[in-house]
């Protein structure tokens, strides 16, 4: 079956800007997460969604946010972009608590 | 708050050596772990599971987990220089935490 997907793959924004970005879990599952990383923190959580409500959020100022749609899906934006923004980052995808995570290939986000 | 501890590297090992990697965490409570391994670029992919004290054989990887001392560790038996990434130790999510905790990851060299 198919895959984590996110796109865009690959994002090059100014300061200040917002960026939006997307992620289809494998399906059947309903839980997604998001992550951040850099190579000086490593694997930062963001948050996490299940069946459209958030369930955790770590520890990122409010200009970070996400949603997840009835499929599923989820968007996580970034509003008012910071050069400290830049990094990979990852969706995962989850059949259920304590179950493993699937990542996506991730979107890279460079702010200049 | 979980905490998983990992050394960040690097570990060099010549090809056919086995390689240690090892996690520390900090709740007892944690019940299993996962290894991911990531290649450089590219997104973690789960290769090992273990929830029972003792160790869990799969082909070269053994994994081992000692719930007593807090530590599980991960053994590469035969490196080789295709198994060059950064493993990355986790504890899911469980009872009412929904946000799995990921170690910072240590990069293994294998050098021919």
């Known amino acids: 079956k198919a895959g984590v997907t996110q796109t865009p793959r690959y994002l090059i924004k100014t300061r200040g800007q917002q960026v939006t970005l997307s992620c289809s879990p494998i399906?059947?599952?309903?839980?997604v997460s998001w992550y951040q990383q850099t190579p000086g923190q490593g694997l930062q959580f963001l948050f996490e969604?299940?069946?459209?409500?958030?369930?955790n959020k770590g520890n990122f100022p409010g200009r970070f946010s996400g949603r997840q749609f009835s499929n599923s899906r989820s968007e996580m934006n970034v509003s008012t972009l910071e050069l400290g923004d830049s990094a990979l980052y990852l969706c995962a995808s989850r059949q259920g608590v304590g179950t493993e995570a699937f990542f996506g290939q991730g979107t890279r986000l460079t702010v200049v | 708050q979980k905490e998983v501890e990992q050394n960040s590297g690097p570990l060099s090992v010549p090809e056919g050596a086995i390689a240690s990697l090892n996690c520390t965490y900090s709740?007892?409570?944690?019940?299993?772990f996962f290894w991911y391994r990531q290649y450089s670029g590219k997104s973690p992919e789960l290769i090992m599971f273990i929830y029972s004290n003792g160790d869990k054989e799969d082909g070269r990887f053994t994994a081992q987990l000692n719930k007593a001392s807090q530590y599980v560790s991960l053994l590469i038996r035969d490196s080789q220089p295709s198994d060059s990434a950064t493993y990355l130790c986790?504890?899911?999510?469980?009872?009412?935490?929904?946000?799995?905790?990921f170690g910072r990851g240590t990069s293994l060299i294998v050098h021919p």
């Open positions: 986790a504890i899911p999510a469980s009872g009412g935490s929904y946000i799995p905790t």
């Open positions: 969604y299940f069946s459209e409500t958030q369930r």
């Open positions: 399906s059947g599952h309903r839980s």
């Open positions: 709740d007892r409570g944690s019940q299993s």
